[in-house]
């Protein structure tokens, strides 16, 4: 093992002596710090005249939020965010004001997730004009999500694996600052994909580089050719890809846990704009983990990909092009519909076959002997597999090269 772990650190030293590698590296490192940040720059112009800037908007909305942080969203905190909705409605209002800014920004910033979620609710159900009873909101909220599993048209069994799993969430909810989970589950997959393409420009070359410099005879009759080279070479590629989304993710969420806030792990996924919906039943923290294993193991299969056509083909050129394939062709097949059902769920497993955090969480789910699945807990199963048999394939394909091909 000694062996193997020497000769994985030749591997990474040869990686970052490549000035493509630290350029590839450096671009991800600033296009994640920028997608962090990108939100809070700019400002609020009123009458002409700048009244604040992003950042400060934000502040000001967290501070609005964490006032009310452990209230219920009973019947009276849906009151209050309704009839402060109410007051900047009317004809007569105008937020273009220094006074119906004050006006708007007392009115929304505290209860913005509510009244987006009930504007919602009402858009699909109808406005009665009153304002929404606790057993209104939770119990429309049901009934949206069981229109959208008919729509999708989902079997008996998953409605009800759904419906019970639904039956798990605490009502009321309990309100609280979230924005910096939304804002994660925005970001981690975007950022992931061009990270996936600057770790497939760092290990394109760790076999398909021996063979356009010839290295690959030296090797393979080497000491340690035909089995502690391949496996370092192995170890390199996989660790690589490992580590460069581990320490990705972890970045992102230092940034955003500065500049937005990570407090409220405890509540539950339905607590952010984009879980609203969904029936899974954990807590931020669990999706949170959930979201960077899952981006973390896409990142390896994509490494696993790299690997294998580093083997197979003759220049890392080829290698990058196919690997840029895999990447970036999945953003145009974003578009395909949830009932068309096998070809949906076939782009999930991809690597990059979802866009945002939540698309994981996803309504469909897979049915594996008597129980249903979601996306979360089969995709990572199946690339792990795949990723065994790709390491074993490549072990074997670079062992059984004869001298001189």
Not at 1 to 25: C, D, N, P, T, W
Not at 65 to 91: F, H, M, Q, W
Not at 150 to 159: I, N
Not at 374 to 384: E, R, T
Request: negative net charge; proline residues 3%; contains cysteine.
């Amino acid at each position: 093992m000694k062996e193997i772990l020497s000769l994985a650190g030749y591997e990474y030293k040869k990686i970052f002596q490549r000035k493509v590698s630290i350029i590839a590296l450096g671009a991800v490192l600033l296009l994640t710090l920028f997608s962090g940040a990108a939100m809070l720059l700019g400002q609020v112009y009123v009458e002409g005249e700048i009244a604040e800037g992003h950042g400060e908007q934000l502040k000001e909305q967290r501070q609005a939020v964490e006032e009310l942080a452990g209230t219920p969203i009973d019947d009276k905190l849906l009151g209050e965010a309704e009839r402060a909705y109410g007051n900047i409605i009317s004809e007569e209002f105008r937020v273009d004001t220094e006074e119906g800014w004050e006006a708007y920004k007392a009115s929304i910033y505290p209860y913005s997730f509510i009244q987006n979620m009930c504007a919602k609710l009402k858009a699909n159900y109808g406005n009665t004009g009153q304002a929404m009873t606790g057993e209104e909101f939770y119990g429309l909220r049901e009934a949206y999500m069981k229109q959208g599993y008919e729509s999708e048209k989902l079997s008996a069994g998953e409605t009800a694996k759904h419906i019970s799993e639904m039956k798990k969430l605490d009502t009321p909810m309990t309100y609280g600052w979230t924005n910096g989970y939304q804002r994660y589950n925005q970001l981690v997959f975007m950022d992931g994909m061009f990270l996936a393409f600057a770790v497939a420009i760092c290990i394109a070359p760790l076999f398909a580089g021996e063979y356009t410099s010839h290295v690959d005879q030296l090797i393979l009759t080497s000491r340690y050719g035909k089995n502690k080279a391949i496996s370092a070479k192995l170890l390199t590629g996989f660790s690589f890809a490992f580590l460069a989304a581990f320490v990705m993710n972890l970045l992102l969420l230092l940034e955003i846990g500065i500049l937005y806030g990570l407090e409220n792990w405890n509540l539950p996924i339905q607590s952010i704009t984009d879980g609203f919906f969904l029936s899974v039943p954990i807590n931020l923290l669990t999706m949170t983990v959930i979201v960077v294993v899952y981006q973390t193991l896409a990142t390896c299969m994509i490494g696993a990909v790299v690997i294998f056509c580093s083997q197979k083909m003759k220049s890392p050129f080829g290698v990058i092009i196919v690997a840029s394939l895999l990447i970036f062709v999945p953003l145009f097949l974003m578009a395909v519909p949830s009932d068309m059902r096998f070809f949906y769920l076939l782009i999930r497993f991809l690597p990059n076959g979802v866009m945002e955090g939540h698309m994981i969480f996803d309504d469909l789910l897979f049915h594996i002997g008597n129980g249903y699945f979601y996306i979360y807990q089969v995709v990572p199963v199946v690339w792990i597999i795949l990723m065994s048999g790709v390491g074993l394939s490549v072990y074997k394909g670079f062992q059984r090269k004869q001298i001189g091909r």
